[in-house]
């Protein structure tokens, strides 16, 4: 990444969990070992309450949303939204916007990159950055997007194979900050159980948007089956000791990505323990 994609500080790796679990406890937890970034899933852009609870009680930390949807929040409250947490905690928070999911947000999402661009527009007149913000992109119409009008691209879902072929879209300069699940497990059993759970939703709503990403990452609809194929677990999810889980997303890095949210598929009361295990497998200290 290019020392101005974006000022923000992200390190080599952050975590990423749900906004609504948010707690003062996880975001210095996190802080502690190590992460450079805390990633919120399922943002309320109007609000952004898990954002200011992260970046009130660290002193380092950086915070990026993953994502707002534009669907459910409207630009220019985003925008002010953003603007607050900047006032709080100046050059700590990154906005990561998306478009979601059709089978969500019904008919209207038909044309998310148009939807994308007239979003942005209006974070434009607001007075939000292009290097401060981030968008979700799976495909390549997107992945350009981003790196025309924004610091870069947040993926979801997806493995260091992705992340490659995202690269070379993207270009040398932009951010890449693709999401991986991690889950620590004792056995092959309790990983693949993980896993499953990881991806349950996507499969069983058939979300298209992941199941045509995976197509194109080579799996064929019969990976999608029965909870998930082993080939596809191990692919999405990286499982097992810390070791293997560290080893596993390095990959991302060397693949072309920046900086690696790790998502952990596990309790949030088990978050600031299970992601200290990594942490130290991955030499954050």
Known sequence: MSDVATPVPLGSYGVWIRERLVTEAIARGLEEQGYGALWLGAADGEVLEGA??????????????????IWTSEARATA??????????????????????????????????QAMSDYLDV??????????????????????????RAAGAHPYLVNPDYTRSAR??????PLLAPEHKVALAADREEGLSRAREG???????????????FRRLGFEDRDFEGGGSERLLDAMVAQGAPAAIAAEVRRHLDAGADHVPLHPVHD?????????RIATALELR
């Open 80 to 113: 002010a939204s953003y603007h607050r947490l900047e006032e709080l905690a100046p050059g700590r928070f990154l906005l990561g916007i998306g478009a979601g999911h059709r089978e969500a947000n019904g008919p209207q999402a038909i044309k998310p990159l």
């Open 52 to 69: 200011r609870i992260a970046l009130g009680t660290t002193r380092t930390l950086s915070v990026a949303t993953g994502i707002v949807n």
């Open 268 to 276: 949030a009361a088990d978050v600031v323990e299970v992601m200290a």
């Open 199 to 213: 991806l349950d939703i996507y499969l069983r709503m058939g979300m298209q948007n992941y199941l045509d990403n």
């Open 168 to 173: 070379a879209t993207l270009g040398e300069r």
């Open 123 to 148: 974070l434009d007149h607001e007075g939000v950055p292009a290097d401060r913000r981030v968008l979700a992109a799976l495909g390549p119409r997107m992945l350009r997007l981003s790196a025309e």
